[in-house]
């Protein structure tokens, strides 16, 4: 595993291997080795090393890719300052992280007043994710915990990789780090509007990392045929049985859908002929500890649904500064996700919702899941996300919003009663009709800016 002494010989033993593609230029480990060594010379010479913290600020991919390797290599911290952020977004990450520098295309400046902090033993990723009330939580995993991950993407090894999303965002982040220890190739996009699969097709593309939403989007779009030997790959948000069949029947067979948390890395993966009405996420990978546990901490058998929680090498073990949750979710020797679910007799994992997420009306427990999936299969709807509103009298009352799909007409009031048709008392009370669901730039849903839709109707007189 790569500790800060061994970390560009790691890289370097890929040999010819070709290491960047992209529409312009292609070259192997050697020449990146080369240019992530050169990188790390200009970072020394102007004081970035060991116990510095460095905000990472470049769209370029290749760029940000070299730039995070030679952090690496120099033995820095350092954090993603997504150049899509706001300026504001960007000064509290730094202030949260304690950074020392900001990396930019004009070149490394230290910021006023930070001094650097304690020394380490190698080189840190920092990762962002949200806390459960909104607040920002920061994960710091060592190049030892990024190999560690790594080993459970052997294929990552003979693989040519491209990410829709940027670099710059967490998941597509890991991946390419993944890619680059395991001796891969990173495909990197272009800029704008592109014919992905004759992208693909051109630069021998193995396997396609998507959003959930850009999965929903090829399915619609169609195209079989077109992505002949392309692995697609998605994840992020639970991916309903119908989505997978749009995708198997109208772009390719070789779907896979990823569980995954920012805290652990991938730990399960369902491929062709896993996909069922249960939307299993297949069987946890190679090193991952899975148990479903409940709410005392006893292993339930197979089929029981329970808490999960599991361990694995190279997992975090708590926030930065302890975070907001580090004692829930970190806890014996066990990292928690909050997700429910449970655990099929061969062993691959069905997840039924975000324990947090879970509403009670009237005592009955619904997962958002249950009514995603059912709104999800009505024509009509594009994408659905379900959420619970406080109510005094009955507890929490479920409600769904909905993007329909392009040219459909049909009523609030007619999607409520197909809801009702199949989940009775676990039909939403209310379905809102939005021109588009509110994303992130990550394509996640913000649930928050849905219920404040359905706050500020229920105020109306």
Known sequence: MPGQSSFLSHLAAHGDAVAVVTDGLAFGYAELVRRVEARAAGLQSRGVGSGSVVGLELADEVEHL???????????????????????????????????????????AARDGVPSGASGAEGIVYLKTSGTTGGMNVIAFTATQLAEQAQRHPEYASERLLRLASIEHNNSKRHRLYCALMGGTNVFRPSGE??????????????????????????????????????????????????RRAIEERVTPLLYVRYASTESGAIAMAGPGEHDEMESVGRPLPGVQLEIVDP????????????????????????????????????????????????????????????????????????PGEIERVLERHPA??????????????????????????????????????????LALRAPRRVLILPSLPRNSQGKILRREIALAFEKGRRTP
């Open 66 to 108: 070299i730039a995070s390797l030679a952090l690496i290599a120099v033995g820095a911290r350092h954090v993603t300052r997504p150049t899509h952020d706001p300026a504001e977004a960007k000064q509290a990450l730094s202030e949260r992280v304690r950074a020392t520098h900001v990396l930019t295309v004009d070149g490394v």
């Open 296 to 367: 005392d901490g006893n292993p339930l058998p197979a089929g029981e649904t329970g808490r999960i929680r599991l361990r694995a090498p190279g997992v975090a073990t708590g926030y930065l500064d302890g975070g907001e949750q580090t004692a829930s979710r970190f806890r014996d020797g066990w990292f928690w996700p909050g997700d429910v679910g449970m655990l099929r007799a061969d062993g691959s994992l069905v997840v039924q919702g975000r324990q947090d997420d879970m509403m009670i009306l009237n005592g009955i427990n619904i997962f």
């Open 381 to 422: 709807v594009k994408v659905a996300a379900a959420l619970p509103l406080n109510s005094v009298v009955h507890g929490q009352i479920p409600v769904a919003a909905v993007e329909l799909v392009e040219a459909a007409s049909v009523t609030a009031t007619d999607l409520q009663r197909f809801a009702r048709e199949h």
């Open 194 to 243: 592109f014919d992905v699969a004759e992208f693909c097709a051109r630069h021998g593309v193995t396997c396609l990392d998507i959003s959930r939403m850009h999965a929903s989007d090829l399915a619609a779009q169609g195209g079989i045929g077109r992505f002949d030997g392309v692995k697609l790959r998605t994840g992020g948000s639970a991916v309903p049985i119908d989505v």
